[in-house]
């Protein structure tokens, strides 16, 4: 299981958006939420 968190630019609250049960989808994932939401927030994948 893979999750997708992200954390705002001038905070060090990170949040689960997100997850996905394989790699390659938690990469789709990360790619659509990196268009989304632009440079404001700090996205990445965390492997439980």
Sequence with gaps: MFRIISRYNYTDTFEKIDSA???E?????????KLSFGSRFELDILEE
């Design 21 to 23: 049960s394989s790699y």
């Design 25 to 33: 989808e938690a990469l789709f994932l990360l790619n659509e939420y």
